[in-house]
């Protein structure tokens, strides 16, 4: 079955270094991913999306790239800040109607 | 603009009690919907998704059903709650053409006593 992993540890980022999150899949091929933000008692906020064809996309500080071999995205927060803190959900998809999430990697920034 | 409401915001109903949960958008037409159900500190698990009216795909099969009487609106039910069935319950919209994002509304976090 298809499965997405993310780290399930918290990270703990002093502010200012780069954050980097990690989107495993297994068993499909995904022709995009999506990268999302979760506040406590917030919805899911999109953030990014990389297709199959591209290797990187970049918004402001934020940084996602796409390896289809090696099944994996990274995402990457540079200049981190303490507003960075939250929840990132990782979802590759292949379906347009389907959308499942990883299980999401808690950051935290400390001052 | 476009939209998207769940009510209520929160609910606490004891075990074997109905639940029904409503979701609706504004703004677009003929969106995919979604339900997702997230367990404290867990992540997003879909529950159902409809790409039309009176079309429900269930991913995980339990005691909650769902339903999509009109163009926009989605509806969460079950006739018996279990305690399992506590948790933060998302309704989501996205358009149909590939590559775009998801669009959450602001959540229903249910408690089963």
């Known amino acids: 079955s298809q499965k997405i992993e993310q780290n399930s540890e918290a990270l703990n980022i002093q502010e200012g270094k780069t954050a980097t999150l990690t989107c495993n899949y297994t068993?499909?091929?995904?022709?995009?991913l999506q990268w999302y933000r979760q506040d406590p008692g917030r919805g899911p906020v999109f953030l990014l999306l990389i297709r199959e064809n591209e290797k990187e996309k970049r918004k402001e500080r934020l940084k996602v790239t796409f390896d289809t071999t090696l099944k994996q995205s990274l995402f990457h927060i540079t200049a981190s800040q303490p507003a960075d803190s939250a929840t990132y959900l990782c979802?590759?998809?292949?379906?347009?109607?389907?959308?499942?999430f990883g299980s999401g990697t808690r950051l935290s920034i400390r001052p | 603009s476009q939209t998207i409401h769940q009510w209520p915001a929160t609910l606490v109903q004891p075990v074997g009690s109905p639940l029904s949960l409503e979701c609706t958008v504004e703004?677009?037409?003929?969106?995919?919907l979604y339900w997702y159900r997230q367990a404290a500190g867990r992540g997003l698990q879909l529950l159902f998704y409809s790409v039309g009216i009176g079309q429900i795909s269930s991913e995980v099969p339990q005691n909650l059903s769902a339903s999509r009487p009109q163009d926009r609106q989605f509806i969460l039910s079950s006739k018996k709650l279990l305690l399992s069935d506590s948790g933060f319950y998302l309704c989501a919209w996205r358009y149909k053409r590939g590559g775009d994002e998801q669009y959450f509304g602001p959540g229903t976090r249910l408690t089963v006593t």
């Open positions: 068993n499909y091929s995904p022709a995009y």
């Open positions: 979802a590759p998809y292949s379906s347009a109607s389907k959308i499942i």
């Open positions: 703004g677009t037409s003929n969106p995919n």
